[in-house]
């Protein structure tokens, strides 16, 4: 029932740079998903009932996983001073006064493991993003028993290792199981050699995400390699994308929210009154609940999805883990 997490606190003199700092963050956590995790993320900010007791605002980068349920996947608070004048949080200004702090706390917890199952994994098994993977490319002799085939495996090895994070397995497994064993780990990248490629100064590199074969020569592959892991890292940002797009509705009726939340499920975007006695009844009808206020917002309707009155904002909507 534990998990690990990474938490920021930080003390502003001022309300503008504890906005500043709390954004900053929340941007960090975004880049850091997208950009490693190829998890796509929609930044916005929590309602007054989704946000963090006592702050001032909470922002958030919510993903949605393939089963179409919604993951809070960083959180970025601006406190205020509400904190600091509870507790008597205070700096000598260059005034020298005593004037309370502007506080903001940030953090990422270790269910982004989670997600990265839940985004990326296939019927096969796992599939890991090359720039965290822990082994990113796998190198599998074929017909091991030949002359000359570990050696080069080992070549090769001792080659890619000063750029990648590679793993050789010469064992006594047949390469069809290596195949799918490494496949089930969701190594990006596996490399295949034996005689025959030997003889033709080249090797099979073969990527997780399309399973397509490329022969490539042996005298670039470390070009070749770091080439194909780039696009492997874009082609599941890409699929991840696609994913939450298809999932992704409008709804202008309380019917059609309703429908969609039972049968389609994934993120809901709908207008909203501002009304948390809104909030709650969607809740408790449909057991979707508000993801965030969306930075990127659009205007659907000018009516509240629930009760129909005059909207303030777009909301995602969506079933949380
Ligand atoms: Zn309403």
Request: hydrophobic letters at 35%; a negative charge.
């Amino acid at each position: 029932m534990e998990f690990l997490w990474q938490e920021g606190h930080t003390a502003h003199a001022t309300a503008e740079e504890a906005e500043a700092e709390t954004l900053r963050m929340l941007n960090v956590y975004a880049d850091f998903c997208e950009q490693e995790l190829a998890i796509p993320v929609v930044k916005g900010r929590k309602t007054d009932k989704e946000k963090f007791a006592g702050a001032a605002a909470t922002y958030t980068i919510e993903s949605l996983m393939h089963d179409g349920k919604a993951l809070q996947s960083g959180t970025s608070h601006n406190f205020g001073d509400g904190f600091a004048k509870a507790f008597g949080i205070q700096y000598t200004g260059e005034d020298n006064e005593l004037h309370y702090v502007h506080q903001t706390s940030w953090g990422m917890t270790t269910r982004l493991i989670g997600a990265i199952i839940m985004v990326h994994g296939d019927d096969a098994g796992l599939k890991l993003p090359p720039r965290i993977a822990p082994v990113q490319a796998v190198i599998i002799p074929i017909a091991q028993h030949k002359e000359g085939v570990i050696e080069k495996a080992e070549e090769l090895t001792n080659l890619l290792s000063k750029k990648f994070r590679v793993k050789l397995d010469s064992s006594d497994k047949s390469p069809g199981w290596k195949f799918s064993e490494y496949e089930m780990k969701g190594v990006p990248v596996r490399i295949e050699i034996g005689p025959k490629d030997i003889e033709n100064n080249q090797a099979v590199l073969v990527s997780r995400t399309t399973r397509e074969k490329l022969f490539v020569s042996l005298d670039n592959i470390e070009e070749e390699v770091e080439r194909l892991l780039v696009r492997v890292q874009q082609e599941m940002l890409d699929a991840a994308l696609k994913n939450r797009e298809e999932k992704t509705s409008v709804a202008l009726s309380y019917d059609e929210f309703k429908e969609i939340v039972e049968n389609k499920g994934g993120f809901v975007k709908a207008m909203w009154c501002g009304d948390t006695e809104c909030e709650n009844k969607i809740k408790e009808d449909t057991s979707a609940t508000s993801r965030c206020m969306p930075f990127e917002q659009e205007q659907l309707s000018d009516k509240c999805v629930c009760c129909g009155k005059p909207a303030k904002k777009m909301v995602y909507w969506g079933k949380a883990y």
